[in-house]
């Protein structure tokens, strides 16, 4: 990626629960995690109580001009798609930009297990060998996939704000690059909660090349 300056504001937002993680379950193979495994009525409460924060927080005032959300680009797994959807009819936008560059995390030799073994993964990534392991898909590809995306959609709108819709380790993976630090260094982040908005960065904000290498 090549940028000096973001023309958009970016914010990131985790799906709701899911049906997934009520069962307890790995689901990141794109062939089940975009048909199935969408939110429970809770995720939907989730999602309302989230964006209905996001607005009320961000309200003009006679010290601040509002910048709402014009854009929502979200991955195209289910569970994604349904919280975009949401969150788009609520602010009153049109349908979410769907982006596959967005979704889960491959999980490789663990997809359909208990997410216990999420701890076991994450300690997978500092181990020299963590790039073939068990299929898992690494986190240096993670980040390369979430910042291609931020690229695209720097080519294709400008002076927008923009809400990504995504999974918790694509989005704890791609905080990595505007922390400056490694991306195998993602769980050392705050958690990222279930419909948690968060800003990734806001216009004109420089992007450090020196990511590049980490």
Known sequence: MVMNVFSNKYLIMRHGESEANVAGLIVSDPAIGCERYGLTELGRQQVL?????????????????????SK???????????TAN??????????????PGLRERFFGDW??????????????????????????????????????VIEK????????????????????????AFFEIPAEQHRSLPHHKQAEIKSL?????EFSTRLQVL
């Open 49 to 69: 109580r989230s964006v209905t924060d996001y607005m009320l927080a961000n309200l003009p005032t006679e010290a601040s001009v509002s910048h709402p959300i």
């Open 72 to 82: 929502v680009i979200c991955s195209d797994f289910l569970r994604t798609i349904q």
């Open 86 to 99: 949401q969150l788009s009819r609520i602010l009153g936008l049109p349908a979410p930009q769907i982006e």
């Open 111 to 148: 997809e359909g297990k208990p997410d216990t073994h999420y701890p076991e993964i994450w300690k997978l990534d500092n181990e020299p060998v963590s790039q073939t392991i068990q299929n898992i898909e690494t986190a240096i590809h993670v980040r390369r996939r979430g910042l291609d």
């Open 153 to 176: 959609l720097e080519r294709q709108f400008d002076n927008e704000v923009i809400l990504l819709v995504s999974h918790g380790d694509m989005l704890q993976i791609l905080l990595t």
């Open 201 to 205: 960065m806001v216009n004109g904000q």
